[in-house]
């Protein structure tokens, strides 16, 4: 845990530096106790871990403030006091023995090391709502009644593409029955043989 002695100098540092405003120096051990509350359980050496937990923690607590309404100005200067007093807790476990003048001085540079003393509070975003969905029985409701004497538009399915017509066998030809060939009457006999001629007859 920082001593007090030592967060009052941190404190006045981070005025001089414009990293926060000096309005603020007022409200500012509210977030010391509260780091102290973070930290107590932590031991006399703080690891990365140790610092990481505490980071997540505060960043907790400033968003339920910023719930309660606290303006965006005085949540980043509670974000940027925090994060120096963790780096002082961590820096001063580090030393056996240490000016309090060096000591803010280290803390400072470790700090910036870790790119947070410009760090600004941002909200969190919330889950947008997911619209609830209307029951059936609703929408049957809405439904005109002059939709509903409309015949349903029948669907149209895509007809399979006509596949070839088989060839048609050709049908055998009747064949013609042959009839019976007429009978050749036979050609009538002379009835008396051809008289002989009258030259033959004088001859005789």
Wanted: hydrophobic share 40%.
């Amino acid at each position: 845990m920082a001593d007090k002695k030592g967060i009052v100098k941190l404190d006045e540092k981070l005025v001089s530096m414009r990293l926060i405003p000096r309005k603020m120096l007022i409200d500012l051990p509210l977030v010391h106790k509260k780091m102290n509350s973070i930290l107590k359980k932590t031991g006399a050496v703080l690891s990365d871990e140790v610092f990481e937990t505490g980071n997540l923690a505060l960043r907790k607590w400033l968003q339920l403030l910023n719930k309660q309404g606290a303006s965006q100005e005085k949540l980043t200067a509670y974000l940027r006091c925090g994060l120096a007093h963790l780096t002082y807790d961590y820096t001063e476990s580090q030393y056996q023995q240490i000016g309090i003048d060096d000591l803010v001085s280290r803390s400072i540079l470790s700090l910036k090391m870790r790119k947070q003393h410009t760090s600004f509070f941002k909200p969190a975003a919330e889950p947008k709502p997911v619209p609830a969905k209307k029951s059936t029985a609703v929408k049957i409701k809405a439904i005109k009644k002059s939709d509903m004497k409309k015949p349903a538009a029948k669907k149209t399915t895509a007809k399979p593409k006509a596949k070839g017509k088989p060839v048609a066998k050709a049908k055998p030809v009747a064949k013609a029955k042959a009839k019976p060939a007429a009978k050749v009457k036979p050609v009538a006999k002379a009835k008396a043989k051809a008289k002989p001629s009258k030259a033959k007859a004088k001859k005789m």
